[in-house]
Nanobody, 115 residues
Framework: QVQLVESGGGLVQPGGSLSVSCAAS????????MGWYRQAPGNQRELVATITRGGSTNYADSVKGRFTISRDNAKNTVYLQMNSLKPEDTAVYYC?????????WGQGTQVTVSS
């Protein structure tokens, strides 16, 4: 019954910043890990960043130092602050939530980095 609603995608110029968020609702089990993945046309979906309930984070090498993932457990919301964006960051960004019994994906939000 978990539903993920993403927001904040859009168009941004190279070097700019953008923040996306994802709110989870309806989970019968605690959401252990939330994260962001992305998929560009013709590519496989790849990890961007994840965060546990305790705040442990994991980032793809390609975004380290530029992106910051955070989480508000009370709101069951995960955020991704994206700075110094590059055209290579252009993709559909998918929110992900993992519980003991399920792995849920959001619908995705388009992030386009272009001048």
């Amino acid at each position: 019954q978990v539903q993920l609603v993403e927001s904040g995608g859009g168009l941004v110029q190279p070097g700019g910043s953008l923040s996306v968020s994802c709110a989870a609702s309806g989970s019968r089990f605690s959401i252990n890990v939330m994260g962001w993945y992305r998929q560009a046309p013709g590519n496989q979906r790849e990890l961007v960043a994840t965060i546990t309930r305790g705040g442990s984070t994991n980032y793809a090498d390609s975004v380290k130092g530029r992106f910051t993932i955070s989480r508000d457990n009370a709101k069951n919301t995960v955020y991704l602050q994206m700075n110094s964006l590059k055209p290579e960051d252009t993709a559909v960004y998918y929110c992900n939530a993992r519980t003991l019994v399920a792995n849920k994906w959001g619908q995705g939000t388009q992030v386009t980095v272009s001048s």
